[in-house]
């Protein structure tokens, strides 16, 4: 399934661009060109709209009352000042707390990169007993929302102290609850691009007198750059934007809040008058590490997502 | 699938050798598999164990009695409405919950294929551009685009009902409009077991926001994959724009949308975020879905014998959904097999 579509995708690569190049554009009538630009217009309105909102309140000085104009009068940094030293009720730095998210982040990237892909390539170039039933295994569990088992993850790692120290009340035991989510699908994510490196190149190195753990190492790792990137960006993003898990587990201990708890303090279905500029601020702090990240990596997001299927 | 890690072990060899292999894999699986021995296996048998007793918040204390067992009560409470959570109706939920992940996914990927086939026509310009403004919504938080579209449907402060005074009440000299979109207490729509509150309108809107860009990009990488030729040749043969859509792109589209729309109602079915932040799962519990009333049960109740055995119930279905969408999908697909 996945040979043919790469050999129909450099097909195509040629042919269009001569043709742009033989006039395309000739091709639309300036009345259909104008309206499609129009639509494309039209679009982007709906897409930018929210996030241009979203900007706009977090400059407004006035925090809650009506905004009547996109950039607000006398816009300033105030909200973003007030953020920054003190976003919740609790007295924690939006630092401390961007820390926090960083640590569940790195640590979930980690482990279900690490751990995952000297599975995935178990699964993609072995054959031995059992693997058909693993493979349903670990599909069957990536189904499984996270919230379905954060009960019993909960109350197994409560169980685990050591003096002051209880895993079900860490960051640590956080990571550990998320990183049994993002591993089976980090598993068959990057199962599905190790499918697509062709066998010659590994046969090329046995024949030279490698053991498997040496064409593992030189020869598919270095090959699969593009889905251990995107993989560890997706365990990056799950960590940093992590609610539910992190809710049960350290809502009791404002050192241990991350940004999610703290967002959900702020609007959560309780908090009845929210401070909106302050709000909105918190928003595209939270919000801008990701789009950057996402924004550089763009290119490789849609060869390095194999999940859904998209590459067979 | 199967067919790549097939190839290794031809021609057949020994049963020393093939054992040899099966070791090796183990050694390469051993750290994922221990790790999720101990994280997801075990907890999830823990979790079959614990929904066959009454497990709450007392039992949580370290040294605390284990919890007595109390058979299938913990199932029969879920299914006779009895879990403490108010305005809770399994059927409703369920209902509303399938009808919430089809009806987005439907959605998102005809304006996803659309857009796509826009941003596709021979000669139109800024194509790069149009196509890096509308992944956006892509690169943010689901967390933060449901806490913003939920002050977006603020009934004073959100841009929605301001929108609408500034253009349709200012133009009619109309008073303040202040719909609030997310506590609208009339439901819509009521057939049968199904009730559409206003909030799922809210919802839907940001969530149509949120996903069809996505879809846009997988069908993009569908389209640039169509052979030129096909087209040429339906051209020669006389056929229009729509006839060319119809006999070459569509059938075309089908083998990369139709996974990835599985994968989407998966996805959309366990959509914590949105029901959470924006609705609250309000109003009287008519946007909850599956996935909140779990979260709830055990973060709000700490009811973690009634929790277990709901997790079970939605395991269930999903196995279920998906069996059924994987069976739609392979009926309807005309090739690519």
Not at chain 1, 43 to 54: C, G, N, R, S
Not at chain 1, 116 to 122: D, L, N, P, Q, T
Request: aromatic fraction near 12%; charged fraction near 10%; proline fraction near 6%.
């Amino acid at each position: 399934m996945t040979a043919p579509r790469v050999v129909l995708a450099t097909n195509v690569k040629v042919k269009p661009i001569s043709q742009a190049r033989t006039g395309g554009g000739r091709r639309l009538k300036p009345a259909n060109q104008i309206l499609l630009q129009l639509a494309c217009i039209a679009i982007a309105a709906t897409v930018l709209f929210p996030i241009v909102w979203i900007v706009g309140m977090s400059l407004d000085p006035r925090n809650i009352s009506r905004p009547d104009s996109l950039i607000p009068p006398g816009a300033n940094l105030d909200a973003y000042a007030r953020v920054i030293a003190r976003p919740t009720l609790n007295p924690v730095s939006f630092i401390q707390l961007a820390l926090n998210s960083l640590t569940l982040a790195v640590l979930i990237s980690v482990l279900s990169v690490g751990l995952g892909v000297m599975a995935a390539y178990a699964f993609s170039r072995m054959k031995f007993r059992g693997r058909e039933f693993m493979m349903l295994l670990i599909l069957a569990v990536l189904m499984l929302p996270a919230v379905a088992t954060v009960g019993s993850l909960y109350i197994n790692l409560n169980r685990i102290s050591f003096g002051n120290f209880r895993l079900g009340g860490s960051l640590l035991g956080v990571a550990l609850a998320v990183t049994s989510t993002q591993l089976p699908f980090a598993i068959w994510n990057m199962k599905g691009y190790l499918d697509t490196i062709p066998k010659e190149l590994e046969e090329a190195a046995v024949v030279d007198g490698a053991t498997k753990f040496q064409t593992f190492v030189r020869v598919i790792l270095p090959l699969s750059t593009p889905v251990l990137a995107v993989t560890a960006l997706f365990g990056f993003i799950a960590g940093w934007t992590e609610f539910i898990l992190a809710q049960v587990f350290v809502v009791g201990d404002p050192s241990q809040w991350t940004l999610a708890i703290a967002l959900n303090a702020l609007v959560g279905q309780y908090a009845g008058s929210t401070p909106w500029s302050t709000f909105a601020a918190f928003a595209v702090l939270f919000a801008l590490p990701v789009m950057i990240v996402y924004l550089l990596l763009q290119r490789w997001i849609v060869s390095g997502l194999t999940v859904g299927g998209v590459k067979g | 699938m199967t067919a790549v890690a097939a190839g290794v072990a031809t021609p057949r060899r020994s049963w020393r050798q093939r054992s040899q292999n099966t070791r090796t894999a183990y050694l390469f699986l051993l750290p994922a598999l221990l790790v999720m021995a101990i994280i997801t296996f075990y907890p999830l048998v823990f979790q079959i164990y614990i929904s066959f007793t009454s497990f709450d918040l007392k039992n949580l204390r370290p040294g605390a009695p284990a919890a007595p067992f109390v058979g299938t009560e913990n199932f029969f409470r879920i299914l006779d409405n009895n879990i403490v959570i108010p305005n809770f109706d399994f059927i409703r939920v369920l209902t509303f919950n399938l009808f919430w992940a089809f009806t987005n996914v439907v959605i998102h990927v005809v304006i996803g294929v659309a857009i796509a086939l826009v941003l596709n026509v021979n000669g139109l310009r800024f194509k790069r551009f149009w196509r890096a403004v509308y992944i956006l919504p892509i690169a943010i938080p689901p967390i933060i685009v449901a806490a913003v579209w939920r002050n977006m449907f603020d009934p004073q402060f959100g841009a929605v009902n301001q929108a609408i005074n500034g253009t349709i009440g200012v133009l009619f000299k109309l008073p303040p409009f202040t719909l609030d979109w997310l506590n609208e207490p009339n439901p819509i729509l009521t057939a049968g077991p199904l009730v559409l509150p206003l909030a799922y309108f809210a919802l839907l809107a940001a969530n149509i926001w949120l996903g069809w860009p996505l879809n846009s990009v997988v069908a993009t990488g569908a389209l640039q994959s169509i052979p030129q030729d096909l087209y040429e040749a339906a051209e020669m043969d006389g056929a229009g724009y729509w006839q060319r859509l119809k006999t070459v792109t569509l059938p075309f589209l089908r083998p990369a949308m139709l996974p990835f729309a599985i994968y989407g109602f998966v996805v959309t079915f366990n959509l914590f975020t949105l029901s959470y932040f924006m609705s609250g799962g309000g109003p009287f519990g008519q946007t909850e879905l599956l996935v909140t009333i779990s979260y709830r049960l055990v973060q709000e109740q700490h009811l973690f014998g009634v929790a277990a055995a709901f997790a079970i119930f939605q395991f269930v279905i999903l196995l279920v959904v998906t069996l059924i969408t994987n069976k739609l999908g392979r009926a309807t697909a005309s090739f690519d097999a």
